[in-house]
């Protein structure tokens, strides 16, 4: 496990509510996509049940106008939020205090991956001290809830859904920070958290910064390990430890019966085989981080025979895609020679 999980005594479970630029990407201030409009949390003790929640809007000062997608979605316009709002900075201060108030160990759950990642977005915007620990470990209870109602743990269903599927009482609209972050608690307490506590998430906001600080953690079923970031994508992949293949499980390292390929620069996968554990699938993500650094997510799991039979058959259509624009390639070169079909016009293709 990545992290003691019995020590926990308080989940605080947060939404944001966010607004984008309404003129499109060419208007987007840089660093800041999402501006936060909206924080609401509750906590919850070690029985999920709410024992404090926090709510407050965030006065708008990057876009100044809802994007229509929000307008959507949201049953506040923006004169109101203008008048209700208050600044970003006082707000995530309250929140941090009111955070700080709970006794003992706490984590913080969001339904998805987003949220942490934009909250410190919009921190680092407004010059606000980061107070989250790194590594920043979280449940991310999409991912949790999906695990255990879907049978790949990928779908990734709306809190909408769940709600609903989970049969669980809608009293409020959705799409209300405060609301969306009751309703995730009420799903966390629905389902069989004690089945899926070892999966926390890592958030990729700050990632490790020196190769001691590298990250490697080992899940009931599969290991994850995050490298520190890198000047070039080249770099990365010629790093010796982004290159290893280790059992999930013994940490053994592999010989590779296939090694590393990708069919477009930023998944590669890989076969090893452990003699005590038998095969195991890598599958590395390459990724960029807040400051344009090249860094990877590495994960290892078990697989079967059929598995590996699939990983044949994805590098094999890689490989063919790969001869196929060789020889279009060479045809195209053929064409243009003098004597060829085509002098001085482009081929056609
Ligand atoms: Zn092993």
């Known amino acids: 496990m990545p992290q003691k999980t019995q020590n926990i005594k308080n989940y605080i479970v947060f ?28 906590k ?22 809802l994007h229509f997608k929000v307008l959507e979605i949201l049953d506040i316009g923006m004169e109101e939020l203008t008048r209700r709002g208050e600044p970003f900075d006082q707000v995530i201060r309250a929140f941090f205090s009111w955070c700080r108030e709970a006794d003992g160990e706490t984590i913080f759950c969001t339904w998805g991956n987003m ?7 919009n921190m680092a915007y407004y010059g606000v001290e980061n107070p989250f620990p790194n590594p920043l470990f979280y449940y991310d209870v999409q991912k949790l809830y999906s695990r255990l109602y879907r049978d790949n743990g990928k779908d990734k269903p709306t809190l909408e859904h769940a709600v609903q599927e989970q049969s669980l009482e809608v009293q409020r609209p959705f799409h209300r920070a405060i609301e969306d972050a009751k309703y995730t ?12 506590a070892p999966y926390l998430s890592l958030d990729y906001y700050r990632i490790p910064d020196c190769k001691e600080h590298e990250i490697s953690l080992t899940f009931p ?40 390929f990708t069919g477009n620069q930023r998944n590669y996968l890989a076969l090893g085989i452990c003699p005590e554990h038998g095969l195991m699938r890598g599958k590395l993500r390459v990724r960029k981080s ?16 059929a598995g590996a039979e699939e990983l044949i058959r994805q590098k094999e259509a890689y490989a063919g895609k790969q001869r196929e624009k060789l020889c279009l390639k ?18 056609p293709s």
């Open 44 to 65: 919850l003790n070690e029985d999920f049940e709410v024992i404090s929640e926090f709510s407050r809007f965030v006065r708008p000062k990057v876009y100044q106008r």
């Open 185 to 196: 608690g009420a799903v966390l307490r629905q389902m069989d958290f004690p089945s899926v």
């Open 221 to 260: 079923d599969y290991s994850k390990y995050v490298s520190r970031g890198f000047a070039s994508r080249e770099e990365l992949i010629r790093d010796k430890e982004v290159n290893d293949l280790c059992c999930f499980s013994c940490r053994r390292m592999l010989r590779k019966k296939i090694g590393w």
């Open 290 to 305: 807040e400051e344009g650094r090249y860094y990877c997510v590495k994960t290892v799991r078990m697989t079967d025979e």
């Open 115 to 121: 949220d942490l990642t934009e909250l410190q977005r």
């Open 15 to 42: 939404d944001l509510e966010w607004n984008q630029c309404a003129e499109g990407k060419t208007g987007e201030i840089p660093g800041l996509p999402f501006e936060v409009i909206e924080i609401g949390a509750v």
């Open 330 to 347: 060479r045809r195209r070169e053929k064409l243009r020679r003098p004597g060829g079909a085509i002098f001085s016009k482009e081929a």
